[in-house]
C-alpha cells in the first residue's frame, strides 16, 4: 500500500470511526450472535489476490458489526468499562504509524524516555510516593495488563525471598496471599510462576466490608512459616472486581513488612481515581508499603487497551528475574548503564510505543479534564445508586466508593436460589433487550448485578433509562 | 473528543503518517540521541489544562522524532524486520477505534470468531498440519510475542508430565532443552514458569550449520532422567535469530517423542517465508512431531506488532494450565462448551482485537501478494549475499536459506580480537552515518554483521547502497 493509498483508506477508515461512534446508540450494546455464527458467514480459505480496503471495511459493517459487543456505547454497564478516547485511539494509530520496537532505549529513545515521562507524569496525578518515580530505584512501566503486571511482581517478590528463583527455579514451598475477591490473575500468576494454586491462602474477608482481614493474613503466614513454606506475596486490592471492596493496605502492609513479604497493591481499576483529591484516600498505606502497584488507565482514563501502569518501589529484584542479554541484543547504551531497557520488566521482550496513546490522553484532556471525567462517571453511579437504595424493590450493597454499583432485587417471595436464578434471568433479559449490558457477581451467596459506569458517552439520560428499563423487568410478570 | 473532533484530528494523523513514509529517507536511519535528550525536552509536569491535537502532533515532529530509530526505512538491516503496512495499520486503526475485549468469546463474539478463522487461514497459507486447526483438537491464537507464545508452551508442556503444576506448582526438577542458538526467551520462559535457568540444557550445535545435535540432545535427556530429572520440553527452532540457521525439527521430534517430552518449534522469523512453496520444506517434521509451534506475522510478514501466532497439537494441557474461571467471568456461552475463550489460551486476561490487522493484511495483499513480498525480499538479501560472495574482502556464512546475510570483513592482518573490534568499530560508523541500520552477532567467537531485508520499502536500490556504503568503510584507513 502506497502512501497515497494510505492516505485515502485511512481517511475512510477515520470516518467510518467517526460514524461509529456518532451513529453506536443504533447498535444493540450486546451481541445476539450465536456461537459459530460470524464464522460461518466468512470465507474458509484466503483470497489468492488482493482485494480492495473497502472490501474490509463492507465485511466489517455486514459480517462483524453485528458480532460486535460495543464496548464503548453509552449504555454498556458489564464488567468495568474499558475507555476508548479519540486521543487515546489517535495516539494508538502513531504508534502502529511509526511501528517501532521499545524493548531496548537503543531501539527507538524516544519509546522509552516519553514512557519514562509519561508514567512519572502518572504518578504525580495520582499522588504516587516520590520514590516511584524512575529517577529514583523504582519506576513505572506500561503492561498489557494488570495480569501480566502481578505476574511480573510475582517473579519480583519471588526473587526478593533471595531463593533465586530466576537460576534454580522454584525449590522450596513459595506462599501467596489473596482474598476471596482478589482478581483472579493473583492465582493464574501463581500457576504460571510454578508456585502453583494450592500455594495461594485465600485470607478471611470482614462480611460487612468485603476486606481482607489482616490478623488472619497474619495467622496465616505464621503458620505457613511454621510448616516450613515461604511466604513470598500479598496482593491488597484497591477496588475489587467483584464489588470495588478495598483491602486495608496499611494494615496488609504492616503485617507483610514484619514478616518481609512483598506487598503488591492492585488497584487496576480503582487506582485512577486518585487523579481527584476526593478519592486520595484509596493510596493510604502504598508509600510506606508497597513494593509493586498497580492501575489501568485502559479501563476508567480514556486509554484504549493495552495500558496497565505497573509501578515498583526497587525495580532490582524484578530486573534480576528478568534480564537475559544474548548476544544479538548488546550495545554500548545497554552496558554503560544510563538507560532503562524496559524489556528487563516485563514478559515479551517486543514492546509497541504504548507511551503515545497515554501522552496523548494526558495531553488532551489535562489533568482537569481527567478529573471531571471520573468525577462526571462517579457522580452518575452515586445517582444510580441513589434511585436503588430509595426504590423498596431493591437492595443496594453499600459502600459505592467509585463508579461500579452492586444490587439486587429483593423478590422478598422467593428463596435465596430462586432468587439468584430470578436475578440472572433478568439479566439476561435486558442484556437481550440491546438497550443496556450488564454483568454479575456473587457475594455470600446471593447473585448481585453490577453496573459500571465510565464511558465518555454515558450522560444521565442513559443511566435513568437503565434504572427504568430494570425497575420495569422487575414488575414484569415472571 | 467529540465524533466530529476524531474526524478531523484523525485526518491529520492519516496525513502526518502518510508523509512520514513518503519522506521517511530523510531521517537517519537510527537515532542519534543521547541518554535522557529526548526526556530533558519534554516537560517534567503534566498539563492541568487540555491541549488541541496539533500540539501533540508538533511534539512528535520536533521532540519526538529525533529520538525515533526508524523501523520502517528501506534502510533498516538491523535485528529482524517488524513491518508495519498500510492495511496492518488500519486494521490496527479500527481495533482501537471499535475498543472491544476479546477475553472471552461472549465480551465480543465477533473477536473471537475472526482470529480463529485467521489464524486457520494462515495455517493454510504456510501448509501447517491440519491438526492445527481449530476445528480439531489444537488450534491457533495470537500473542502479543513469540516470547509469550514460548512461556504458554512451557506451561502447557509443564501441564502434561502430569505433574500438575498448575494446581502443586513446581516440586520436581523440569528440564527444558535448547541450543546455544535457541532465543532467550526459552531461558527466560524457563526462569518465569519457575523451572529455573541452570535447568535449561545447551543441546550441541553442528560446527557447519549451527543446527541442534538430536544425538546430544537424546544424551542430555537420558543423563536428566538418569539424575531422578523430568525431561519437559524441547524448542527446536527453523530460523535462528543470530543467523537462521534451521535445527533438524523431524530428527530432535523423534527423540522428544521417545521420551514423551513437549516439542515447541519456534519459527518466529521465518516460518512465515512458508508461504512461498519454496520455503515449505522449513515445516519438515512439524506435522508429525510438534507440540506447538509460533511464527511471528510482526516480523517478515507485513504485520504491524504485536502480532504472533502460536498454534498447539492438543490445546487441552494449556487450558489446563491457564483457566482460572471467576463468577464474575462466568457465562452461558463459556458453560455451554461450544466456543472458545481465548483468555485461556494466552498470559493476560484482556486482549485487543488483533485478528482485524492479520485479517486486514491478508485481504489486502492476498495470497499472491504476500508470496511476493516474501520472495522479493529473500531475492535481494540473495543478491546481497552474491556481492559479498564475490568480494574477497568479505568472508559469507553460507547458506542463507531466508532474507538474513550473516557476513564479516576479513581484515587479514589483524587477529581473531582485533578484527572483532575493528568490526565492531566499522558497525558503529556505519549506523552513526545514519544511513543504513544492521546489528551483529557472535559465532564460534568471532563478531559477524546481520544484514536482514524484510520491509516493503526497501528496493534493490537500498540494498546496493548498504553494500557500497559498507564496502567503502572497509577501505577506509583505520
Known sequence: ????????????????????YAGIERHPVRSRAEPGEIRAQLPAHPPERGEPF?????????????????????????YFPANAS?????GDL?????????????TSPACTELETVVVDWLAELLGLPEHFRTDAAGGGVIQDSASSAALVACLAALQRTGADVARRGITGRHVLYVSAHT?????????????GADNVRVVDTDPATLAMDPRHLDELMAADLADGAVPTMVCATAGTTSTTAVDPVRAIGEVARARGVWLHV?????????VCPEFRWINDGVAEFADSYCTNPHKWLLTNFDCSVLW????APMVEALSVLPEYLRNEATESGEVIDYRDWQIPLGRRFRALKLWSVVRWYGAGGLREHVRGTARLAREFAGRVR???RFELLEPVPFALVCFRPRFPELGVEEANERTLRLMGELNDSGELYLTHTKVDGRVLLRLAVGSPQTRREHVEAAFARIRERVDAPA
Do not use: C, N
Open 1 to 20: 500500500m502506497s502512501p497515497e493509498e494510505f492516505r485515502a483508506a485511512g481517511k475512510q477508515v477515520v470516518d467510518w470511526i467517526a460514524d461509529y
Open 183 to 195: 482478581h483472579s490473575s493473583v492465582a493464574r500468576a501463581a500457576r504460571m510462576a510454578g508456585v
Open 390 to 392: 430509595e426504590d423498596p
Open 312 to 315: 515498583l518501589a526497587d525495580r
Open 54 to 78: 473497502a472490501e474490509v471495511l463492507g465485511d466489517l459493517e455486514e459480517v462483524l458489526l453485528p458480532g460486535v459487543t460495543h464496548w464503548q456505547h453509552p449504555s454498556f454497564f458489564a
Open 94 to 106: 502513531l504508534s502502529s504509524g511509526l511501528g517501532v520496537q521499545g524493548m531496548l532505549w537503543a
Open 86 to 90: 479519540g486521543p487515546a485511539i489517535l
Open 266 to 274: 492492585d488497584a487496576a481499576y480503582a487506582g485512577v481515581a486518585a
